[in-house]
């Protein structure tokens, strides 16, 4: 893991905006909610079989990234730059020792936007404006993963569903999209805090935020105090889990709640939120499985680049495998996302829909016993359909914009009238491979002057 230290010498690129005169502002619609403001709940769907969601998050892969070619996608194997160059897309594994940066700046970079207002009408070729890490190739951000490392992944989507048209509900890295696994907003934030990665930062620990209009705000701390799946479901006696690497720990940046300030420092954030996340396994084959649940990688079996390793399609095989097996098949569905683009080409446009999102492109695979068989959906989806789905599925309110927008994949990627599927194991998963507990200081937590990547 030494490799990770070397995007702390990475060139960083700096993207100046303007002001920006196109209007672009919100809907009526409310943009975030607080807990006082929060609509009746939803009536549960007591049709669904569904008693447990698992939420599965992988990070920093495009699309096109890591399904080059599946069939019934929509993929391209080149792209173009601002120059007007056409570029063939070459081949990357998985383990890599430098990263591409994805924060809002390489957003409105990579979609070279037609109008005014950043990110809105992309060009989609603003690739090679992005920065990179040392030691990255020419034209680094056009490139995919080689089929023989994905085949897990490929493995799930013939027996399930993979969604073609998924989009990151948030612009830009890791920190945000984080904050809208479980909150579907994330108070304007945008980028990464000045150093921790949450509630545990103090009061010195600002992010900045956007306008409307895509411009830079004032700061505000990186500790929120906005309602989320987690203080719904407490309140309607539905349990829940995020399991998530110990803060400064391995994958610790990843665990969302550290930035919620009523779990951070109420008594859920000991109860409900677990390190390290093998203890999933333990619990699950002991019988233990929340109604909802969230499981955050290591950094070795995170699919991230820049950390060296390839064992995340195997690792998440082996989380499924887990789940498939076990006395809970027959009522879970269980999603699997990539949260942010993580800097790479996707030939998609993303879709417009408010200052924070759509982002990039990214892959979202959708698993249950009443899952369609091979099936990739056209329907757009964003990460706050993950949620949308669990609020529907137990008569939970939403929780902000953006999720109360979303599509909920219960009556498309579903169908709860079939006889429940049998599951087949998944080969090559063998769990005890890639659960590597490290507890060392992450090193995304404190950023060198010209570090470029955000998680």
Partial sequence: MNTLLKVAASVAVVLVLGACSASGGLSNLREGTDSRSLPPPAKR????????VVFIIQENRSFNNLFMGYPGAKTQRYGYDTTGAKIVLRSQGLA???DIEHFSQAFFAACDSQKSLPGTHCK????NNEGAGIGSPTNYAYAYVPRIETKPYWDIAKQYVLADKMFASSLDGSFIAHQYDVAAYASRAVDSPESAWGCEG???DTIQRLTAKRTYASSILACFDNPTIGSEADAAGVSWHFYAGSVNGDGGVWSSYQADSPIYNGPDWTTDVINPPSQFLTDIAAGTLANVTWITPTYENSDHPDVDSSTGPAWVASLVDAIGTSKFWD????FIMWDDWGGWFDPVKPVFEDYDGLGFR???LMISPYAKQGYVTEVQYETSSVLRYIEDNFGLPPLAKSDERADDPATDAFDYNQRPRTFRKFR??????????RDRMSPWHAKPAGFIGDD
Avoid: F
């Fill in 45 to 52: 769907n007591t049709a669904s079989p569904i008693q447990h």
């Fill in 96 to 98: 890599q020792d430098w």
């Fill in 124 to 127: 989609m070729d603003g690739w």
């Fill in 202 to 204: 103090g009061p010195s």
């Fill in 331 to 334: 009522s879970t569905a269980i």
């Fill in 362 to 364: 990214v892959p979202l």
């Fill in 428 to 437: 090559g998963s063998k769990p005890n491979a890639y659960w590597i507990r």
